[in-house]
């Protein structure tokens, strides 16, 4: 069975949804919580397929801690490397959408990712291989992640979706390989994306990327390397 460890955000996500219109401060909605983070999401899907899915993140001791672990442990996921803390609250996301379910703002609080430091992060990797695939989320800081690329060099980095990737360009060719969709090309690369193979190249060569994973909405998915 082959092994995933994946180091980054498990995240309790909260929709608000409006379901009526009303001209006062007390707006009628609708609350949807569920399980979310990158790398837990990761987690849940390799975990799914029959994968050694093994989540290194942080939470608090709190209600939202206690059942994302419970969820987490329904799921498949191994949370033994999952850091618990007391005096901490749960990374949370708030999201605000419009009648159609659609998001119009967020709010996040992943404060409690810093616990995931220098010293954790080498002594969790020792327990690992480099037959071991390691796949890290940027909630993490650019401190963190670089830590981790120079720790293992077989790292895959799996961006948040609607995050700018801008802070981490320099960085980039630290990872094996790197994981973007369209709005990531198109907005904070200004890369076309009418010709995928071409961005490619583009990417390849100016980044120094040494692998890349495209996902272009409509377009397909691309691996290149």
């Not at 206690?66 to 033994?80: C, Q």
């Not at 895959?156 to 979706?161: D, M, N, R």
């Amino acid at each position: 069975m082959e092994r995933f460890v994946l180091m980054g955000a498990m995240i309790y996500d909260l929709r608000a949804i409006p379901y009526q219109k009303s001209e006062g401060m007390n707006q009628p909605i609708r609350l949807r919580g569920q399980a979310g983070g990158v790398a837990r999401n990761a987690a849940e899907k390799l975990a799914a397929l029959g994968h050694h899915a093994i989540l290194v993140s942080a939470c608090g001791l709190d209600m939202t801690g206690k059942v994302l672990m419970e969820d987490a442990i329904a799921k498949g996921i191994d949370i033994s490397y999952v850091k618990q803390l007391p005096s901490d609250k749960t990374s949370g996301l708030l999201v605000l959408c419009d009648e159609f379910d659609q998001p119009v703002s967020s709010m996040l609080d992943a404060g409690v990712l810093n616990a995931i430091d220098h010293l954790y992060l080498y002594t969790t990797m020792q327990d690992f291989t480099y037959d071991d695939t390691f796949i890290a989320d940027n909630n993490l800081t650019v401190d963190q992640l670089q830590f981790i690329a120079h720790q293992h060099a077989q790292t895959w980095l799996l961006p948040v979706a609607d995050k700018s990737i801008q802070p981490l360009i320099n960085i980039l060719p630290l990872f094996q390989g790197v994981q973007f969709n369209e709005r990531m090309l198109s907005e904070d690369l200004k890369l076309p994306v009418d010709n995928l193979h071409h961005t490619i190249r583009i990417m390849l060569d100016q980044l120094h990327l040494r692998s890349l994973l495209l996902i272009a909405g409509e377009n397909g998915i691309y691996y290149a390397d």
